[in-house]
Nanobody
């Protein structure tokens, strides 16, 4: 049974930092892409960042480029999202997701972790 468990959310002031982690288990993710998405109240879920498990290739939404960094730790089976220079508009529930690289879709999702940035 695949499980993605997020942690690290919380309340932070604008300009501050948070680090989210996603612990992945239940299968081999070697040919998978791991992503972070977020959903703010009243808005659609949106892509934030992704990393391929094998080669570590990354991609980011324009809104977070230069502020957020995604990384993976193959030994610990975790994916992290370092978020710096946080803005109130980054407030959302953040979700970890996993999907086959070639499928271009995410099959597995975590339960989400709340990030709140105060102004």
């Amino acid at each position: 049974q695949v499980q993605l468990v997020e942690s690290g959310g919380g309340l932070v002031q604008a300009g501050g930092s948070l680090r989210l982690s996603c612990a992945a288990s239940g299968r081999t993710f070697s040919n998978y892409v791991m992503g972070w998405f977020r959903q703010a109240p009243g808005k659609d879920r949106e892509f934030v960042a992704a990393v391929t498990w094998n080669l570590g290739r990354t991609s980011y939404a324009d809104s977070v480029k230069g502020r957020f960094t995604i990384s993976r730790d193959n030994a610990k089976n975790t994916v992290s999202l370092q978020m710096n220079s946080l803005k109130p508009e980054d407030t959302a529930v953040y979700y970890c997701a996993a999907g086959p690289v070639r499928a271009l879709k995410y099959d597995y999702w975590g339960q989400g972790t709340q990030v709140t940035v105060s102004s």
